[in-house]
Every structure is written in C-alpha cells, then in structure tokens.
Antibody
Framework: QITLKESGPTLVKPTQTLTLTCTFS??????????VGWIRQPPGKALEWLAL???????RYRPSLKSRLTITKDTSKNQVVLTMTNMDPVDTATYYC????????????WGQGTMVTVSS | QSALTQPASVSGSPGQSITISCSGT?????????VSWYQHHPGNAPKLMIY???KRPSGVSNRFSGSKSGNTASLTISGLQAEDEADYYC??????????FGGGTKLTVL
C-alpha cells in the first residue's frame, strides 16, 4: 500500500525559503521507473504541477518556477524534499506530493496536502 | 506553458451523462496519449480517474470514461450520482518530462 505525507511549515514570511518534505511508504525511489512529484493548489484556484524527481535522479521543474525550485531525494529515508526560494504571498497554497503511475505522467496516489501561507 | 482549457462548470441531473472537455495544443494533449483526469473533493486528496487518455485504474467505476480527438480530451461520466459532485482536472504530459494541468471544472449534480 502506497502512502505519502507532506510536512513543513504552515507559515513563511515573504522572501524566505520554503522547505517541504514528502515521506512515503510502499515503494522505493531506488526502483527503476519510480518517481515522486509535487503539485500545489492556491486557494480557490487550479492544481499546478511543480516538480518531479525519478529513481535515476532525473529532475524536472515547472518552467516558470525553475529558478526557484529544487527537488532532492533521500532514498534511505524514503523522503523527497522540495525547496522554493523567495516566497511570495501568491505562493500561498496547499502543497501535495504524489506518486506517478509508472512513466505515464499521471499521479495515482497523493498525500493529503499541507497548507502553506506566505505572510509577514 | 499555459494551463489546459476546461469549462469552469458543468451540471447534470442524477442518471444523466455529462462530458467535460480539456483543450490543449499540439505540444501537449495532441502529441501524446498521456492525458489523465482527477476527481477532487475539496479538503481531500485528488483521485486519479483516467490515465493514458482512456484507461481506468482498478477500483474506478466504469461510469467514468476518457477519450481524445486531436488537441481536445474529454471525460464522460454516465449515470450521474450525487457523489460525483466534485472538481475535475485534466492533466497532460507536455514534453521534456513536464506536466500541465487544466483549470478545473466544477461538476454540480442537480
């Protein structure tokens, strides 16, 4: 059974760096074809894909946020970390981590999400 | 990389069928058989309903079906039920291992 859970601060100040951790179980990021993604949803708005990391350390980012995002994995801890620099109030959102279904670029399991508010 | 275009809202009565469209471009929807659809009840995690344009994960009702023509994908829900009321998002591979979501459609069951 695959589970994912996001953790991190609920409140960050503008210009600060956000660090979110996805802790997962039921799969290994050392297995060929496996990845973890991050998606966010601002209040009242649509889902936005942010980043993907794969078993081979291939990393992909939303083009418009590429300069601000870093995704890393710790295979031994079953964790994926997303950092976003220079946070702004428009980055206020629920942040989800999710498990891609193979290499189909669909996400078959999601965490419950963590709400992050950017405010001074 | 603009969001895929979905209608903001659709509605239908119990037992009816509805279709939600998802319009993309030849760089995303039209180029790959990698459109997925998600059902999202606010406050819950999104749920994968369709992947690879028209495949259903195990456990998803066969009342949900996906199709595609050119740059437009569609999700059809037949035999509408009250519990189908939710937000629905399409998603497509957009090349270079990137992904793009639609703007979301709110389904109301009358």
């Amino acid at each position: 059974q695959i589970t994912l859970k996001e953790s991190g601060p609920t409140l960050v100040k503008p210009t600060q760096t956000l660090t979110l951790t996805c802790t997962f179980s039921g799969f290994s990021l050392s297995t060929s074809g496996v990845g973890v993604g991050w998606i966010r949803q601002p209040p009242g708005k649509a889902l936005e894909w942010l980043a993907l990391i794969y078993w081979n350390d291939d990393k992909r980012y939303r083009p418009s946020l590429k300069s601000r995002l870093t995704i890393t994995k710790d295979t031994s801890k079953n964790q994926v970390v997303l950092t976003m620099t220079n946070m702004d109030p428009v980055d206020t959102a629920t942040y989800y981590c999710a498990h891609p279904r193979g290499l189909t670029y669909s996400f078959d399991m999601w965490g419950q999400g963590t709400m992050v508010t950017v405010s001074s | 990389q603009s969001a895929l275009t979905q209608p903001a809202s659709v509605s239908g009565s119990p037992g009816q069928s509805i279709t939600i469209s998802c319009s993309g471009t030849s760089s995303d929807v039209g180029s790959y058989n990698l459109v997925s659809w998600y059902q999202h009840h606010p406050g819950n995690a999104p749920k994968l309903m369709i992947y690879e344009d028209n495949k259903r994960p195990s456990g998803v009702s066969n009342r949900f079906s996906g199709s595609k023509s050119g740059n437009t994908a569609s999700l059809t829900i037949s035999g509408l039920q009250a519990e189908d009321e939710a937000d629905y998002y399409c998603c497509s591979y957009a090349g270079s291992s990137t992904v793009i979501f639609g703007g979301g459609t709110k389904l109301t069951v009358l």
